[in-house]
């Protein structure tokens, strides 16, 4: 966590600094951060002037640490309501739109579970509790899994020619009597069960 210094009228008592975190506070300090309310004066947020298209702009610092763009849609919201509090676990991303109006959305950056690298994530603000994978270890994690169906599958036809081997032993498909297990529907059933069937015209 960092603190960058806030200038203006308005950058006064609780207003003088925004919080944001580490790793942003090189690229933020290549302008100059002013404090501004709102237009109704009841939250102060940190802002830059600009240009785009020729034309004044104000860019709000939360939604530069939310990496969206100055005509984005969305709203971003701070989650403990300290409108100054820019730090990436603090943006909530809201969409305008109806459907997804409660499909909050946060902006986390937390060690992976699994190597402790930073992941920077947008998440639904319902998972926040939930433990981050790195985009590195998620491949990992689906590489061992590939790894593992394949040798299960590999010790599956093993088994499948180990048995297919042996004619005599249990299970093994009844070749050389004129049928195998399983393609027996049209025999007469005598009420017991088709694997009793197969068994008993097996013998
Ligand atoms: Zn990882």
Known sequence: MALIRLTGRHAIGAHTHAIV???MVDFLLQWRWKAKPNAGGNN????????????????RMHRIVAGLSHDDPHDVD???HNSLDNRRMNLLRATRSEN????????Q??????????????????AASKPLTCDQ?????????????RARELSRRTDAATRGAAPGAPGAPG???GHVNGSLPALPTHGGTARARSSRSCE
């Open 100 to 107: 997804t109006s409660n499909a909050r959305q946060l902006m």
């Open 21 to 23: 975190d580490d790793d």
């Open 44 to 59: 102060v947020y940190a802002v830059r002037n600009a240009m785009r298209d020729g034309k004044h702009v104000t860019l």
């Open 137 to 149: 270890c998620k491949l990992a994690q689906r590489a061992a899994q590939r790894r593992r169906r």
């Open 175 to 177: 070749r050389g009597i």
């Open 78 to 80: 701070h989650d403990n």
């Open 109 to 126: 950056s937390k060690a992976c579970q699994h190597c402790g690298g930073l992941v920077v994530r947008q998440v639904s603000a319902l």
